[in-house]
């Protein structure tokens, strides 16, 4: 049995040739991790990046950013984010006083939705004994031009996940 001669010259082309793909490969993942975050998609650290209602909800009150981290489902004219707030933010109280939210449950159309769309590096939550709250007719009309919320509060942390839709 005979194994093929390699020279160090070929040795050396099948390294760089390697190594060559590895970098293209780490440039394309970094380039669209980047490419992403600017669009709004992804969990978002940079309130520069934050969906556009959001960043329009902190406008009139800043303090309501406080205990916020969002997720950009999908971007451009049918925006969609997922928000995970603490148990302590203020913006729980602000959605439901401000966006008349009203009491639904597990079986909400949109529920699965905003169950299967968390990232995985968020805490899970117990949704059987969370209070689900959301826009009236959220769901079960066609709405455009206003913003869509639904909330999951759970009982034990307190702390709530946010699937927000608008439709221009």
């Not at 194994?3 to 760089?16: D, I, M």
């Not at 928000?83 to 009203?102: G, H, T, Y």
């Not at 869509?148 to 509060?153: E, P, V």
Request: overall charge positive; hydrophobic content about 40%.
């Amino acid at each position: 049995m005979t194994f093929p001669r390699f020279g160090l010259r070929r040795l050396f082309l099948l390294t760089l040739a390697c190594a060559c793909c590895a970098a293209f490969t780490t440039w394309v993942i970094t380039a669209r991790k980047y490419a992403r975050q600017q669009a709004g998609l992804g969990i978002q650290s940079k309130i520069e990046h934050w969906p556009y209602v959001l960043r329009n909800l902190l406008k009139d009150a800043p303090s309501l950013g406080t205990g916020v981290t969002p997720c950009g489902l999908t971007a451009g004219f049918d925006q969609s984010s997922i928000w995970r707030v603490n148990s302590n933010a203020p913006i729980i109280d602000f959605l439901k006083s401000q966006q008349n939210l009203e009491i639904t449950d597990r079986s909400h159309s949109k529920a699965n939705y905003l169950i299967k769309a968390l990232p995985v590096e968020w805490p899970k939550q117990n949704w059987k004994s969370s209070t689900w709250y959301a826009t009236p007719g959220f769901g079960t009309q066609h709405i455009e031009v206003t913003d869509l919320y639904l909330m999951a509060i759970d009982s034990d942390t307190g702390d709530a996940i946010v699937y927000h839709e608008n439709h221009f």
